[in-house]
């Protein structure tokens, strides 16, 4: 009697452990990626045929050079009055105002399915008062005179993040949710960089958040990471950069001043011009009025590149090297990569220009749709037809960097397949009921199925396979002052 007494007890916690969301089917299982060779070296090898031969005709890289100036400094930047002019001037339903009434609705939890229910960090849901007060912080109203002017120009003088709206909370769907809950911050939208042009559109009334144009994105940033700009320094930064312009290509770069103070870090995906030499860059700060100064600080020759770097099998081998295994980050977190902001990180050295959204990359070069195709025939497309390292294929909502065909070292008969570079959160079942999560950059071929779960969905079996190249330039004249712009695009969470 007194072990069944002492028993029963252990057997009740047992069952209602097995009963506890601790112990329920759980939405994530870890991909065992240790069996797929994540060594650059052993698959974009030195001794390979034309590892130092241009893959890109110079004349196409000195256009995409313009382009990529165009976007940050020239015509089709934040810092054109023009430009500006025609986002302001978008006619509704595309105007700034309605795209922001819908983005802070989307964000309300009033008559909302359970599965688009929002959650703070405590797991909580989030209570009316919450996105309530984040609207009248906002004041739409003041927003129906939007007109360009110069003092509203700016340099981000720190790594900024891009949000939704203008707070610092966390907006997660249900942690239940397969492929929901957190790192998914549903507000996060992209990284805004240090050095990068941008136009402030509007404050917040509290002037804490501004909501600013920059060459890729509209979002919400923290107002104190700004400095303002004026036509002089305009000017100099704009020829410095056309004489110049340097990409920095060893992730998380010291920024350091002469009097050796830390300013920011660096990351793949910055730029900045200079006056003379490699090694020494143009860097904008902020002066007690928040007027932003240029200062020349140093960086080793290493870490950076004269734009455009040379589009070689070695140079793109040496920008994955710094950016292989760094964790997957939903719109910029923590300053990680999503698959969208890891390719434009990758290609920004080598001045090639990349919106912030997957399904925008593809238009960056002449596409090809093979959605409608089955399976193997998009496979045997990209094998045949995919020029490595400057292809592209979008498959809905990620987008991945096709390298070149390769032996498959886990198949018996060592077939061919086609080998990707991409930072990718995971896979999942056609159930769609959990994710085996990859959770960084990687080196991953794409197969009809993978071995170690042949539930999961082939990356190559998603509703969408379109094959963009960007040896070939984009078929939009981006200078052609077209009327339209699609800010919801600019304005809307990453995909």
Known sequence: MYFLNMFLPLVFIFFFLLDSPLYANDTVEIFPLEHYDQTIQNWIKPSDNGYDAPLLDSAVQKKRLEIFYAHYYGELSPWSASYVQRVLQQAAPNDLKTIEQTIILSFSNANKPAEKIGYAENFRP???????????????????????????????????????LPTEDVHFYDYKIAGQGYPFDNLQNSVLWAGTPAYVITETVDHAWSLVLTPNFIAWVQSHGLARVDDGFVKKWQTFSKNKLIAITHTKTSIIDKKG??????YVGSVFPSENSMTEIMVPIADAEH?????????????????????????????MQTLIGRPYGWGGMYFYNDCSAELKSLFTPFAIWLPAHSSDQIKEGQWVDMSSAPVEQR????????????????????VVLYIGNYSNPNSADHAMMAMTYQNI???????????????????????????????????AAKPYFQVAYLNN??????????PFIDLKALMSPNN
């Open 126 to 164: 989030y209570k009316n008062d919450w996105i309530t007060d984040i609207a009248k912080n906002i004041q739409l109203d003041a927003w129906n005179q939007l007109s360009y002017q110069s003092n509203q120009r700016v340099i981000a003088t720190e790594n900024l993040n891009g949000r939704a």
């Open 261 to 266: 103070r830390f300013l920011f870090s660096a």
């Open 291 to 319: 007027n932003a100064i240029m200062q020349k600080v140093s960086v080793p020759a290493e870490n950076v590149t004269e734009m455009p770097l040379p589009a070689t099998k070695h140079n793109f081998a040496n920008i």
């Open 379 to 398: 496979l045997a497309y990209l094998m045949q037809n995919g020029k490595p390292f400057l292809t592209v294929i979008y498959i809905g909502g990620h």
């Open 425 to 459: 959160w995971g896979l999942r079942p056609s159930s769609g009921d959990k994710r085996s999560v990859i959770g960084q950059a990687v080196l991953f071929p794409m197969l009809l199925q993978y071995p170690e779960d042949t539930r999961l969905v082939s990356l």
């Open 473 to 482: 330039l984009p078929s939009v004249n981006y200078l052609k002052q077209t």
